[in-house]
């Protein structure tokens, strides 16, 4: 049966000649995985680089049975490719870590994290089109952390977690004052995807 739903890749991997692995997450938050055949040569069906990590996307596909994982994708459009991303090299890498984080804490079969794919999408358009991103990168490191019940809430961390990330500018100045915090923020997570065994 062919379905149509809409993604944000988190990884793609070369398979033989042509062909791709692609992990995406569902609007329900579930990690799925995809085998593009022949996607490395069909420039119409999978064509401008539209199987990149970040671009949010609308699939069709043919799902697979519930013996076997993974589903044969047959055609891909994009939805939102973030552009702007590309525009500067730390607000990308950024963003491709966000990617990573993600794909790493979301699980298959999980179908009830809509949470993660609402937080990467919001945060890759903030990205995209904020002057300064320090804000947004300790809200995005806070509430992947809270959400993954690993986060001792202290009085610093209140305006990033009450306010979404699309009010990123609300928070800015002390997006920059807690600038500081970001390494530790991110070996945090690092070190939780590690110790769960994701």
Same mark, same amino acid.
């Given at each position: 049966m062919d379905v149509k739903n809409r993604f944000i890749i988190l990884r793609?991997?070369?398979?033989?000649? %042509?062909? @791709? /692995?692609?992990?995406?997450?569902?609007?329900?938050?579930?990690k799925m995985s995809f085998i593009a055949r022949a996607a490395l040569k069909?420039?119409?069906?999978?064509?401008? *680089?539209?199987?990149?990590?970040?671009?949010?996307?609308?699939?069709?596909?043919? %799902?697979? !049975?519930? %013996?076997?994982?993974?589903?044969? =994708?047959? $055609?891909?459009?994009?939805?939102? #490719? +973030?552009? *702007?991303?590309?525009? #500067?090299? #730390?607000?990308?890498e950024f963003a491709l870590k966000t990617v990573d984080a993600v794909g790493k804490v979301s699980q298959e079969g999980d179908s009830?994290?809509? +949470? =993660?794919? !609402?937080?990467? *999408?919001?945060? @890759?358009?903030?990205? $995209?089109?904020?002057?300064?991103?320090?804000? /947004?990168?300790?809200?995005?490191? @806070?509430?992947?952390?809270?959400?993954?019940?690993?986060?001792?809430? $202290?009085s610093w961390m209140e305006p990033f977690l009450r306010e979404p990330i699309s009010n990123h500018a609300l928070i800015l100045n002390e997006g920059i004052r807690e600038a500081r915090r970001l390494p530790g923020l991110e070996m945090l997570v690092e070190e939780y995807a590690k110790n769960a065994g994701l």
């Open positions: 793609k991997v070369r398979y033989g000649e %042509a062909d @791709l /692995i692609i992990q995406a997450l569902s609007p329900q938050g579930e069909s420039k119409r069906r999978f064509g401008g *680089g539209v199987l990149e990590p970040g671009h949010f996307v609308l699939f069709t596909y043919h %799902a697979a !049975n519930t %013996a076997v994982k993974m589903h044969t =994708l047959k $055609e891909a459009s994009v939805i939102q #490719d +973030f552009a *702007g991303l590309r525009t #500067d090299y #730390d607000r990308l009830s994290s809509d +949470f =993660l794919f !609402n937080l990467l *999408g919001h945060t @890759l358009k903030a990205l $995209e089109g904020a002057e300064k991103t320090e804000a /947004i990168q300790v809200q995005f490191w @806070l509430k992947l952390l809270l959400q993954q019940g690993v986060l001792t809430v $202290e």
